[in-house]
């Protein structure tokens, strides 16, 4: 699959541009700056860099020269507008592909990319399938450092049967690296079973998770085929692994020793092939320490572990996020709401997202919603992301602070109601109540 890096800093268009050449079969990246580009082309190797010739640091020829210096096989196709085409040619003579003309006609720059690639229509068409699972629930990989890292490590782990367990607070993501790490697996054509381990009632864990059979309790009127064997042939993914009850732990660590269920009421072991990936928003060493998860279960689920990213420690994938979000929002609403005003823009990278992605797809779609122009303004925003920013320089210990103050005024405005408090933060009511808890103010 061909590689492609597109360098431009509208960051929607390079979205945009992004997702409609992945579905054609390419594998794409993309950089909002000449700094950007090349740190991302130190990393990886591209087949061609689509870049725009004005870039907000230096220019495309720079670009340019940089790529026909280190990587000379790497081809270069430059867009630009029409000021700018005696510029292309002279960059052609230094070794650019060909230029296409501003504003892109996106078939354009697929026909010249199959040249530049010597590609054929149909292979490029082929190799659609093979990326479609990856692609069908829109993963939106991110620039920052942190995020590069996170892919990397989805990526080696992907193709293992290894157990994953994956940290990080409530929206962060959890869910989606489970999925993109099982698209990545060779069981991608088997199913992705989700379990939300805190919403199953203790007693009825052991047939969810394992199966009954008919009649082995009341209420048990037909043979029930647990997640596990569902599952057989793909991944499970347990979520909020912190909250499962203690006595399930112990049947599920036996499970997976044995590779083996016991349904219950019956008296036949069934095999099952499921690979496991777990999440948690809590510190799942300290309950081991306090006794509340077994140990032998917590090294079982976690031969690697991975860290989702907080949204306020990736910043430069912010505005990338919120571009995804308002074309979904569009895609949903039947609206053509084109970005986001300036102001807007700086609200979002100065809040603190306790809610992280989840919160930030729900204030995009609200904002949509609400915006009669053509761009989201600070009136289309609830009021809230304006009052507490989080500064770049705060520390940690400064943000926790902040977090507590935020969540303490919240349920002072809602007079503790934590429902209200949790619509007003825009979080969840399971995030609130596990905040509440790690700061201590579950009194409140
Ligand atoms: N990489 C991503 N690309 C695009 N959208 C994403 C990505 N990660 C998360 N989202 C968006 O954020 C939402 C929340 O993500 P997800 O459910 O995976 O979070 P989570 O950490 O599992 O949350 P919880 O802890 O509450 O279970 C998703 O429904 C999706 O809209």
Not at 173 to 198: Q, T, W
Not at 204 to 232: M, R
Not at 289 to 308: K, M, P, T, V
Not at 376 to 404: D, F, G, N, W
């Amino acid at each position: 699959m061909a590689k492609i890096l597109i360098v431009d800093d509208d960051t929607t268009f390079c979205i945009m541009l992004r997702k409609w050449l992945e579905k054609r079969g390419f594998e794409v990246d993309a950089a909002f700056s000449y700094k950007e580009a090349v740190k991302q082309l130190d990393k990886a190797g591209f087949d061609l860099v689509l870049t725009d010739l004005r870039l907000p640091d230096k220019d495309g020829i720079d670009l340019l020269r940089v790529i026909k210096e280190k990587m000379p096989k790497t081809q270069v196709l430059l867009m630009t507008g029409y000021a700018d085409i005696q510029t292309a040619v002279t960059a052609i003579k230094l070794g650019a592909f060909d230029y296409v003309a501003k504003p892109v006609i996106p078939d354009e720059i697929l026909k010249k990319l199959q040249e530049a690639l010597k590609l054929e229509a149909e292979p490029v068409a082929k190799s659609v399938p093979a990326k479609a699972k990856p692609t069908s629930f829109s993963y939106i990989k991110g620039v920052s450092e942190g995020a590069d890292r996170q892919y990397e490590y989805i990526h080696l782990v992907g193709p293992t049967m290894m157990t994953v367990l994956i940290n990080g607070e409530s929206g962060t993501g959890k869910e989606y690296i489970a999925r993109l790490i099982h698209s990545m697996s060779n069981r991608k054509d088997g199913p992705f079973v989700a379990v939300d381990c805190g919403a199953i009632p203790k007693d009825l864990a052991a047939s969810e998770f394992f199966g009954h059979i008919k009649g082995s309790f009341t209420g048990a009127v037909t043979d029930k085929q647990g997640y596990f064997v569902t599952a057989s042939g793909g991944t499970i993914f347990l979520d909020e692994i912190g909250n499962l009850p203690y006595d399930v732990q112990v049947q599920l660590l036996r499970a997976l020793e044995e590779r083996k269920v016991h349904p219950v009421g019956g008296n036949v072991d069934i095999p099952f092939d499921v690979r496991i990936i777990s999440a948690t928003n809590e510190n799942l060493k300290e309950a081991v320490a306090s006794g509340r998860f077994r140990e032998d279960l917590y090294h079982r689920l976690n031969e690697f572990s991975i860290q989702a990213l907080p949204l306020r420690e990736r910043k430069e994938d912010i505005l990338i996020f919120a571009n995804h979000f308002l074309d979904k929002a569009n895609e949903e609403l039947g609206k053509q709401v084109a970005g986001f005003d300036e102001e807007v823009m700086r609200i979002f990278r100065t809040y603190s997202w306790p809610g992280n992605l989840r919160e930030m797809r729900n204030i995009v779609k609200r904002a949509t919603l609400l915006c009669m122009g053509s761009l989201i303004s600070k009136a289309c925003l609830p009021p809230e992301l304006e009052q507490k920013p989080v500064e770049a320089e705060k520390t940690s210990t400064t943000r926790r602070e902040m977090e507590i103050e935020l969540i303490k005024d919240a349920m002072r405005k809602c007079r503790n109601n934590k429902s209200e408090a949790a619509r007003m933060l825009q979080i969840d009511r399971k995030t609130l109540y596990n905040k509440l808890k790690s700061f201590g103010l579950e009194d409140l």
